[in-house]
């Protein structure tokens, strides 16, 4: 890939932009050859001016920076220079999670780890807040990496902002109200419904899908899925209620996975 862009021709010396990868709402993503750590690696740039893109900008690579899990995506360096930000990350190469086989093992071990990372990311105080299947990417050796933290936001914050992607946010995150962990966990069950029936449980315009998570049950998942496990159907249901006071609690979960 030639680096046509102005920002990326000013880039430092010691990165080689490779190829796109990938644009956002405020960043554009390349991968890049880093020559000082002799490796490829994601590069995000800032590609908004602003004070609000280079907040939020800033916020997601201070989440993330000290939080170390396998599965969640690594970052490594952040750059101003001459009013461009960009940071550098871990390149992935993968495919997103409702690609996975549909064997029992395989999704049981891609959805184990999927949890094990929201848990760590919840642990440490943080929300997704954009949790879908493109976010969700799982390796050739079967790692699952959570990634695009574009929306992070802390706990103790109960965010009202309208952000996130309609088919797989929470009823209460696409009302403006507050929330918590459990409208991460909501997206988690969305995901899991999708990979095991191949559609998410609300289709449709963005509008008229916002509209019916406030007011239509989801689908029970065995109307879509009649073989799916008894445990992951009540899983997913509960995952998918209206009331986040009904969904299950994380270790619930991780239970319904075991063996």
Do not use: C
Request: hydrophobic residues 45%.
């Amino acid at each position: 890939m030639k680096a046509a862009e102005p920002a990326l021709d000013a880039l430092p010396e010691r990165f080689e932009v490779e190829a796109l990868l990938g644009a956002g709402s405020y960043g554009t993503v390349y991968r890049v050859f880093d020559r000082e750590r002799r490796a490829r690696v994601a590069l995000k740039l800032l590609h908004r001016s602003g004070a609000a893109p280079l907040l939020r900008f800033k916020r997601e690579f201070r989440a993330l920076a000290d939080l170390r899990h396998e599965n969640l995506l690594s970052l490594y360096e952040l750059f101003a220079d001459e009013a461009r930000w960009f940071f550098t990350m871990e390149l992935i190469d993968g495919v997103p999670i409702t690609e996975v086989p549909r064997d029992r093992g395989s999704l049981q071990r891609a959805f184990t780890q999927l949890a094990s990372g929201l848990e760590a990311l919840h642990g440490a105080g943080q929300l997704h807040r954009d949790l879908k299947p493109s976010n969700v990417m799982v390796e050739r050796g079967g790692r699952v990496v959570v990634l695009d933290f574009g929306f992070i936001a802390d706990t103790a914050d109960a965010s009202t902002d309208l952000v996130g992607t309609p088919a797989h946010a929470s009823p209460e995150q696409l009302a403006g109200a507050p929330i918590d962990p459990r409208s991460d966990w909501y997206a988690f069950g969305s995901i899991l419904f999708e990979t095991l029936t191949g559609a998410a449980p609300f289709e449709g315009r963005a509008l008229e899908v916002m509209a019916r998570k406030q007011r239509e049950p989801a689908p029970r998942l065995l109307e879509r899925a009649p073989d799916a496990p008894p445990r992951w159907a009540k899983l997913v249901d509960g995952l998918l209620s209206r009331d986040p006071s009904e969904r299950p609690r994380p270790s619930d979960v991780l239970a319904a996975f075991e063996s």
